[in-house]
C-alpha cells in the first residue's frame, strides 16, 4: 500500500472517488465522524477535490442535496423549499 493516502470526510466527494475509479479506496476510521481513505500516490487528491467542486457534476450533487432537504420539509410538514439549480455550461 501506498504511503500517500488522501483523507476525506465528504461522503459526496468519497461516492466521486469510489465511481470514477480516480482513486484506489482503501477503507475508513472514525466512529463519531467517519474519515475515508483513498491511496494517493501522486498526490492528485486535492486536485480532484477542485474538479470535483467546480465541474458539472457539483450541479448534480447540489441539486441532490437541495431536493433532499425537500424531503425532510415534506416529512417535517413544512411547505417546499425546492429551489432549482443553475447550470452553467
Excluded: W
Aim: one cysteine or more; hydrophobic letters at 35%.
Amino acid at each position: 500500500m501506498s504511503e500517500n493516502i488522501y483523507r476525506t470526510i465528504s461522503l459526496t466527494f468519497a461516492a466521486y472517488l469510489l465511481s470514477t475509479h480516480r482513486l484506489k479506496y482503501i477503507g475508513c476510521e472514525g466512529v463519531e465522524q467517519v474519515v475515508f481513505k483513498f491511496e494517493d500516490p501522486n498526490n492528485e487528491g486535492e486536485g480532484l477535490l477542485q474538479e470535483f467542486e467546480t465541474g458539472p457534476i457539483a450541479a448534480f450533487y447540489s441539486s441532490l442535496k437541495a431536493l433532499r432537504r425537500v424531503i425532510d420539509s415534506q416529512r417535517a410538514g413544512r411547505a417546499d423549499t425546492y429551489t432549482p439549480v443553475r447550470i452553467h455550461r
